[in-house]
């Protein structure tokens, strides 16, 4: 006589949002890409804010005649401007990263994996942004801190004037770029999801974001500066040192305000396409 065992249960976990960061959040931090392009965005920031606050002391020449006169792209500014310099170049990569982050899966079609394991499909979209968020925040914070802490360093030893950190609005603009850099990454990953392609979704950051303001600032008439101070960047330059599209600023509470206005505006843009269009 045999006797037949019954088998093991098996236990279902119920699919949940926080589950679902856990995994975007593994894809996250063990994709060689991530920790190299933030290590670059840190590098690069740090790097520019060094060099701007060398060039601008004239304790280092730029190439070109007449050396170093306080101008040019490394001076003219205040301190904070000046060390904050790299701020475009590390804004310009993380919106590479940003792009990669919501285009990638399409290219490699991992994105079917990932509706098909997290069925809410609004889900994905918003542990996309979480997971990003974890690692574009600390990187923001080393760079700008750091772009900070090595230009100011550089400034005092050559006796250039400098900004403490209890001066007024210092403390803001230097937080305000780390939200301008978490920012720019999570629009880059809205429109990385909605335009399914990662050529695409850099363009659109890089060109339509933080390029072509500037060309229309210089190039529209003056009465377009209203319209101009919406654009992200120009939104940001209310609470950051980045430059403006036109001569016309937001205050900073109202920057915050829409900037934060695009970024929702991008996620929410991803939400509906992943949810309404077969992958």
Do not use: C
Not at 44 to 58: D, K, L, Y
Not at 110 to 117: G, L, Y
Not at 152 to 175: K, R
Not at 261 to 273: P, T
């Amino acid at each position: 006589m045999t006797t037949t065992l019954p088998a093991p249960a098996t236990r279902v976990r119920p699919q949940t949002l926080t589950r679902a960061v856990h995994s975007e959040w593994i894809k996250t931090r063990s994709l060689r890409s991530t920790w190299v392009g933030m290590a670059a965005v840190a590098v690069v920031m740090i790097g520019f804010g060094a060099i701007a606050s060398a060039v601008s002391t004239g304790s280092v020449q730029p190439p070109g005649p007449g050396g170093s006169d306080g101008g040019g792209p490394f001076g003219g500014g205040g301190p904070l401007s000046t060390v904050l310099t790299g701020s475009t170049f590390a804004v310009l990569l993380i919106g590479v990263l940003g792009s990669l982050a919501g285009a990638r899966e399409y290219g490699s079609r991992m994105i079917t994996a990932s509706v098909v394991s997290v069925p809410r499909r609004w889900q994905v979209v918003v542990a996309k942004a979480v997971a990003l968020s974890a690692a574009v925040i600390p990187t923001a914070l080393i760079a700008v801190l750091g772009s900070y802490a090595a230009g100011t360093a550089i400034l005092s030893a050559n006796d250039a004037p400098t900004a403490s950190l209890t001066d007024d609005d210092v403390l803001t603009t230097l937080f305000g770029m780390v939200g301008y850099i978490t920012a720019i990454a999570l629009i880059g990953l809205g429109l990385g999801i909605l335009l399914r392609s990662v050529a695409g979704s850099i363009g659109a950051v890089v060109g339509g974001i933080l390029i072509l303001p500037n060309i229309a600032g210089a190039l529209l008439p003056d009465s377009w500066d209203t319209i101009l101070r919406f654009l992200p960047s120009s939104a940001a330059s209310a609470f950051t040192a980045v430059a403006a599209a036109g001569d016309s600023k937001l205050g900073a509470a109202a920057g915050v305000a829409v900037l934060a206005i695009w970024v929702a505006a991008a996620v929410v843009a991803a939400v509906v396409s992943l949810s309404r269009r077969d992958v």
